[in-house]
């Protein structure tokens, strides 16, 4: 099950540097592609405001 990045998000840039296969898009909120995230959980480990969960 991908992740999945809510309206907490505050763009810092932190989870980009996490993911292991670019998974992940800038802009207002960052956004996870669900066909390239392996469910690895970088992200979310490492997101400041907890705006990263499982859909």
């Known amino acids: ?14 989870c980009i540097d996490e993911c292991p296969v670019e998974a992940i898009s800038e802009g207002d909120i960052y956004n996870i592609n669900p066909e390239l995230c392996t469910d690895c ?10 705006a990263i ?3």
Request: proline fraction near 4%.
């Open 41 to 50: 959980g970088s992200c979310a480990e490492a997101c400041p405001t907890e």
């Open 1 to 14: 099950m991908a992740y999945v990045i809510n309206e907490d998000c505050i763009a810092c840039g932190t």
């Open 53 to 55: 969960s499982q859909a």
